[in-house]
């Protein structure tokens, strides 16, 4: 069965690689990495997430990237607080043209920072006052940055900037709603003009039309991380949701870089960071550490979830020393035979082989060189937060239908020419359900034509980051008030999280497929749709006229129909989402837990655009 959606997938593990070619001189490396065994005793150090999406302002493109780190920063805590370290080198690199398949680096962007206090003989370490202004004579301890770029011709020196002070509460009321340091952190915005006054005033406008800023923000990642690594015993039921980073702080560094300054747009770019520290660390009871030698990486991040969901224990340390140019040799074997998909089967499916375990060059495709790959040749990302998601935006990429047009990726046959994912593989946006997509593609087979989508929506029970991001740089939300806040509030407690897919039509076996996963003891009450003749109505051109809608389990069907109005007419309006034309279809069935697939149709071989949709109707 072939489908629009499932070929989006596809090209979301086939990027077409563009040509830029330039290499790196590299300097020492070793070890470890977020949740590897080393790296969690450098919290300082401990990359959590990596982001890179396309923007677009005043007719010009930017590369929005961002490092986290400081994972799990409690608000507010004292007298110490949460700050980068002057000892660590925080770095972004991009991979461009041929060094991208091989995973060598082109470009790398520096990141060093320096602490200093106004008074160092009180104890009141971050603030002697309430902060009205960054740096003003209350904010005690200040940190500077500067930001070099490097390259093998050499390096420059693109700006400074100075680090906002941490949402304590009372002391620094304008991160706060009403500029109240005892209300909880202001939500997310889509102007630049509202942004809190801190961000705004720390902001760096650097050299050649870069931005830069790098403060504390709340953890732009959610999932139910506890009950993933508790044997997979993942919650279900209304009201039995955990987010956990819910409540919980990091450090961020965003950096805006002009697509003009990469060679133009017409091109694919890796992204990831890494964390070094100096070689030797010398301790003394006279004196401060004495530090000395190269640089040695100690940690990495780029894709999500890779290091942790695939890559062995003996080899997570190995990941953080080294490089992606490595990748292939060292990690391969994990993204093309990966235990989670073993895991996956023994424990949600009851022992049935359901995600293919071998041969996975579909997710080596996406994982190796651990890069997250971004095409610029495309419009701008759709973003999510500052009080209304993008038209168009699902947090589940290419799996919710949310796609885009590249003009360097040929696309597939039978889809419109050069459509991929519109958030993670390509690129990684906040707010992208990590966890749901990386399951969803586990649990998927992406090698085959036709492709096998099972999708793992909701997989954790959770679909929402507990604070809303902002659509404007620096995208990741306002820090948590140390004040007024809450840990793992829930944000989704559905058994079934209402899905929604669109593509194109065509006859025989190209077919537009969603999928869905049921959760929980009880059964419950699914209503099942599809959607054609009424999208002319909303200026789509091509509508499928007559639909067809199918659902399988385990490649059986179990129910169909054709027109709505035949069955069930009086539950499916009563349900709230009747369809809009008689020739569409939908039925409403109790349904026990397990993967189920929908398939739609056109009538007596029709074709055109359409919709497939389930939605939790009890």
Do not use: C
Request: charged share 20%.
């Amino acid at each position: 069965m072939k489908t629009d959606r499932t070929k989006f997938t596809k090209a979301a593990a086939a990027l077409v690689l563009m040509a830029l070619p330039a290499t790196l001189v590299h300097h020492a490396e070793a070890s470890s990495h977020m949740d590897a065994p080393l790296i969690t005793l450098d919290p300082a150090a401990n990359t959590t997430d990596v982001y890179a999406f396309l923007t677009e302002r005043d007719g010009a493109k930017y590369l929005q990237v961002a490092l986290s780190v400081y994972p799990h920063e409690e608000p507010g805590i004292g007298p110490n607080k949460y700050n980068f370290d002057d000892n660590v080198l925080y770095q972004i690199f991009l991979s461009l043209g041929d060094d991208l398949p091989a995973g060598r680096d082109t470009i790398a962007y520096q990141f060093e920072f320096k602490t200093a206090y106004k008074n160092d003989a009180t104890i009141l370490q971050s603030y002697l006052g309430v902060v009205a202004d960054i740096d003003d004579a209350s904010q005690n301890l200040t940190q500077t940055y500067t930001v070099t770029k490097v390259t093998d011709s050499g390096s420059t020196v693109l700006g400074t900037g100075i680090v906002p002070p941490n949402n304590q509460g009372i002391a620094t009321p304008k991160y706060n709603v009403g500029d109240d340091g005892t209300n909880p952190a202001r939500p997310g915005v889509a102007d630049a003009s509202a942004l809190d006054t801190y961000t705004k005033q720390s902001i760096a406008n650097l050299a050649n039309g870069y931005r830069s800023f790098a403060p504390q923000r709340e953890d732009g990642f959610y999932g139910d991380v506890q009950a993933v690594f508790d044997l997979l015993q993942l919650r279900t039921g209304v009201g039995n949701t955990f987010d956990s980073q819910g409540g919980y702080n990091v450090h961020t560094i965003a950096l805006e870089i002009p697509v003009s300054e990469l060679g133009g747009d017409q091109q694919v770019v890796g992204v990831y960071s890494t964390t070094s520290r100096r070689a030797m660390r010398v301790l003394s009871n006279t004196a401060d550490p004495a530090l000395t030698g190269d640089w040695v990486q100690v940690g990495r991040q780029g894709n999500p979830l890779f290091a942790e969901a695939l890559v062995g224990i003996k080899d997570k340390d190995l990941y953080n020393r080294t490089k992606p140019e490595t990748d292939a040799v060292n990690f391969a074997q994990y993204a093309e035979e990966p235990e989670l998909a073993a895991l996956i089967n023994a424990i949600v499916f009851g022992g049935s082989e359901v995600a293919p375990t071998t041969g996975r060059t579909d997710l080596a495709g996406i994982f190796i060189p651990d890069l997250i790959k971004v095409d610029l040749s495309t419009g701008p990302a759709r973003l999510a937060g500052g009080g209304s998601d993008d038209s168009g935006y699902s947090r589940m990429s290419v799996f919710g239908g949310d796609v885009l047009t590249s003009t360097v990726q040929a696309g597939l046959p039978g889809f419109p020419a050069g459509t991929i994912p519109g958030g993670w593989p390509n690129g990684r946006r906040f707010g992208d359900d990590v966890i749901d997509i990386a399951v969803t593609a586990v649990i998927s087979d992406l090698r085959t034509d036709p492709l096998v989508i099972r999708s793992a929506d909701g997989i954790d029970n959770l679909s929402a980051n507990d604070a809303i991001y902002n659509k404007v740089f620096p995208y990741a939300g306002t820090p948590h008030n140390g004040r007024n806040y809450a840990h793992n509030p829930v944000a989704s407690d559905s058994p079934l999280i209402n899905f929604s897919a669109r593509g194109y039509v065509g006859v025989g076996d190209d077919v537009l497929i969603g999928g869905f996963i049921v959760r929980g003891d009880a059964p419950v009450t699914v209503l099942m749709r599809a959607q054609g003749p009424s999208l002319t109505a909303f200026g789509v051109e091509g509508a499928l006229q007559d639909t067809v809608i199918e659902l399988y389990r385990d490649g059986v069907l179990i129910g169909s129909n054709d027109d709505w109005q035949d069955s069930q007419r009086a539950d499916i309006e009563a349900s709230g989402y009747a369809p809009m034309d008689p020739r569409e279809s939908a039925w409403i069935q109790s349904l026990t837990s397990g993967a189920y697939t929908t398939i739609v149709r056109g009538k007596n071989g029709s074709t055109g655009v359409g919709i497939v949709e389930s939605f939790l109707v009890d």
